[in-house]
T-cell receptor
Framework: GQNIDQPTEMTATEGAIVQINCTYQTSGFNGLFWYQQHAGEAPTFLSYNVLDGLEEKGRFSSFLSRSKGYSYLLLKELQMKDSASYLC???????????FGKGTKLSVKP | DGGITQSPKYLFRKEGQNVTLSCEQN?????MYWYRQDPGQGLRLIYYSQIVNDFQKGDIAEGYSVSREKKESFPLTVTSAQKNPTAFYLCASSNDRGNTDTQYFGPGTRLTVL
């Protein structure tokens, strides 16, 4: 079956670092995506990993281990505007689609 | 500006009525997708189209229909057969017909059945 797991909610403090984990079991794998979604809005693309290792993009970094079926999104120097849901998605659907996790709702406190 | 537009942003429908949600993109993308998002659930695929005049059912296609007569447009009709249509509907597109390319999302339509 297809399964993507990520924590439901996380809380962190402004200025801190937070790591959001994602584990996956899919029949295929064509890369792992992270999206950010503010309440009531559309998801926006953050990062894409297809090879093992760390991809850094400003305050955001994403890591992938294909052998472990594991990824994380690292957010540094947290800002209040980072309060959002973070969606992990795997390109591996038999129908040519992305398979999405349920999302992790991150709350950043002052 | 290139992007994906969806209209309307909010839609109210009476039970038993069909309603059509619009999705237009000017990114010249081949593939387009419709997802449904419910509270506490991940995005679920309703239909997708990898090329004009062709589309495929996703995981939850029952009660929905689509058309792809133009590359830029992929409207979704929510029919009266859909048992629980109240949800947030998201349209997306990607450059690649497969699932290796990034999908970009429209702003969404929130449908409420009264």
């Amino acid at each position: 079956g297809q399964n993507i797991d990520q924590p439901t909610e996380m809380t962190a403090t402004e200025g801190a670092i937070v790591q959001i984990n994602c584990t996956y079991q899919t029949s295929g794998f064509n890369g792992l995506f992270w999206y950010q979604q503010h309440a009531g809005e559309a998801p926006t693309f953050l990062s894409y990993n297809v090879l093992d290792g760390l991809e850094e993009k400003g305050r955001f970094s994403s890591f992938l281990s294909r052998s472990k079926g594991y990824s994380y999104l690292l957010l540094k120097e947290l800002q209040m505007k980072d309060s959002a849901s973070y969606l992990c998605a795997v390109g591996g659907g038999s129908q040519g689609n992305l398979i999405f996790g349920k999302g992790t709702k991150l709350s950043v406190k002052p | 500006d290139g992007g994906i537009t969806q209209s309307p942003k909010y839609l109210f429908r009476k039970e038993g009525q069909n309603v059509t949600l619009s999705c237009e993109q000017n990114l010249n993308h081949d593939a387009m997708y419709w997802y449904r998002q419910d509270p506490g659930q991940g995005l679920r695929l309703i239909y997708y189209s990898q090329i004009v005049n062709d589309f495929q059912k996703g995981d939850i296609a029952e009660g929905y229909s689509v058309s792809r007569e133009k590359k830029e447009s992929f409207p979704l009709t929510v029919t009266s057969a859909q048992k629980n249509p109240t949800a947030f509907y998201l349209c997306a597109s990607s450059n690649d017909r497969g699932n290796t390319d990034t999908q970009y999302f429209g702003p969404g339509t929130r449908l409420t059945v009264l």
